[in-house]
């Protein structure tokens, strides 16, 4: 498993690709090792997912009868809601990126997108916790997160841009795919494991 110092390696390349520093590309290893260890990157997003499943279990629990309570199962098809986010999307972009004849493009995009995950599911994490330890700050985190959304939309495009040489077409497609079919992907999985809100 990467440890801390590489995991900040290759998140200052990603805020150098942000910038449109292409001297970010140094700091990623995109070759075939590269690409199947930025899947730690999942490991490493543990602890902020834990706080988005208890805050979920609280919104979940606060719709059903008293003293209703959940067990291990919940937690288990969350994870799998979340494993699904993580890679049907990346599918999704190895899909497209062959019907446009960039196949070769797909590594970098997918250490850059499971890296870039890592702060961003930190960043959510925290929002959450807040929400959870105080209910009354979920205005003020409504915004946050609207704010948050944004900003993430940015970074994976700006990250694109430098992958695709500019390619806007191509960078509008793949931010699409990266990050619409999770929304809905997460809602129909909720709803059909049974652990959505109602």
């Not at 499943?53 to 288990?76: E, K």
């Not at 959510?124 to 948050?148: E, M, R, Y």
Request: glycine letters at 8%.
């Amino acid at each position: 498993m990467p440890g801390f110092r590489e995991v900040q390696y290759y998140l200052a390349g990603l805020w150098l690709l942000i910038r449109m520093d292409p001297r970010g590309f140094r700091f990623l290893d995109v070759s075939e090792r590269g690409v199947n260890r930025s899947f730690w990157a999942i490991f490493w997003c543990l602890p902020p997912m834990g706080i988005s499943w208890l805050w979920w279990r609280q919104a979940f629990l606060q719709t059903m009868p008293p003293h209703t309570d959940v067990g291990m199962i919940f937690y288990f098809r969350l994870g799998l809601v979340e494993v699904a986010n993580w890679f049907v999307p990346l599918v999704l972009a190895g899909l497209l990126l062959l019907a446009f004849h960039k196949g070769e493009r797909f590594a970098p995009v997918v250490v850059s997108v499971n890296w870039l995950g890592v702060p961003l599911s930190y960043i959510n994490g925290l929002l959450l916790a807040v929400v959870f330890f105080a209910p009354g700050l979920i205005g003020l985190v409504s915004l946050l997160l609207l704010v948050f959304m944004l900003a993430q939309i940015f970074a994976i495009a700006r990250i694109l841009r430098m992958i695709f040489y500019g390619n806007g077409l191509l960078v509008g497609a793949m931010t699409l795919v990266l990050l619409v079919p999770t929304l809905l992907l997460s809602e129909y999985l909720q709803r059909f494991l049974g652990v959505y809100p109602v």
